[in-house]
């Protein structure tokens, strides 16, 4: 029963409205909000810019053709949402590429500092938090939607390089998160059992105590920090209890053997990787990840696409070199059918406890930090959501005119049920959150 009917309710029986609180949880009344379906969200990454003319269809409304970049998904074209038109207005600091990847889900300047990028200044990490972890954070602060790890980082192929250039999620300003691009390392945070678990307790009493006497004899700002690492033992602390009481919905995937994490293998590294974010939903275990395959300027030879020249060289190459151009097509395709992979898992995933699928309640976003690799612009940056329970209309192309891309993540926030007024840099979120509906 929606706020509307249940003053009318309230009118009719001529009671207080005073007493409406009390009469909410009654359920023979019909006054309880329903419930928010289970919701999730992924977000996909890929890098060096898009070939726009094999990636952008022609046509606006639900009647769109798919162009070759994006045809593996044409078994779902009533599921996706291509938003054309959104830019990175982002600036400041760094070169197109760091702030095209450390901006592109924060939406804020990246802080001074002494990574020298291009011929651009110099920067530092994002000065603000990122919006997968912002709506994570909004699920974990709520007893319905809390699960045991909040969010998974899992990458393919990102170097152990740490830099604006490798990093898109950040927890808070100055707090890149590190995406695990080991599988192996990833199974044992998910599933590796904790060995001697009372000493590591007995070690998380000590430390709290400690923090507790120190905290007594430091400035403010350290204080500040303080509390930072106190909030990590409480999350270890989580981590333990939930670990010793979750139920397994589904068995964890099992694993090829002795994958080295090394380019050739990134095929196999991502359908690793792919398995086990699919079964981490399954469990509940988080409802929010992130799928960031190399990093910006990443220079990953597709060998097994029979293509040895590195992909951010090939993205430099002029339009004119049509060998490149079919190069890169061929790159953004093979990408496009990772994320089919993905797709087609939790479409074939029946919802835990509910009716439908997996996707019905996933909304998965595909995108890139440059629309175009040999211009380096940050407009048109390549959106394409999939999947459903967020409430936007999809089986639509939409062209939004340079739109601060801002406004896609206070849709997404709000979707989540999350009311931000703005999210990253507020001038940029003049207009409020896009209309996806």
Partial sequence: MNPLHRREFVRRLGLSAASLPFLLGLPSLGLAAPARPRQRLIVMFSPNGTIPAAYWPDELGAQFKLKEILAPLAAYQDRLLILRGLSNKVRG??????????????????FPGNIQGGSDSPAGWASGISIDQEIKDFFQSRPETRTRFGSLEFGVGVTDRADPWTRMSYAGPNRPVAPISDPYQMYQKLYGQLKDKEDLRSVLDAVRDDLKKVGKLISVEDRRLLAEHEALVRQMENEIAAAGTQKLRAAPPVLETGIADQNDNVPRLSRMQIDLLVNSFVNDMVRVATLQFTKSVGMAKMNWLDITDGHHTLSHEPDKNEAAVAKLTKINTWFCGELRYLVDKLARTPEPGAPGTMLDNTLIIWTNELGK????????????????????????SLDFQKTAHNRLHLALAHGAGHRLETFGKAALCEGGPLNLA
């Fill in 373 to 396: 690799g040999n211009s380096h612009t940050l407009d048109n940056l390549p959106f394409v959501l999939v999947g459903g329970g967020w409430g936007f209309r999809m089986g639509r």
């Fill in 93 to 110: 600091d760094g070169d197109g590429h760091m702030r095209g990847m450390s901006c592109l889900l924060t939406g804020i300047e990246l």
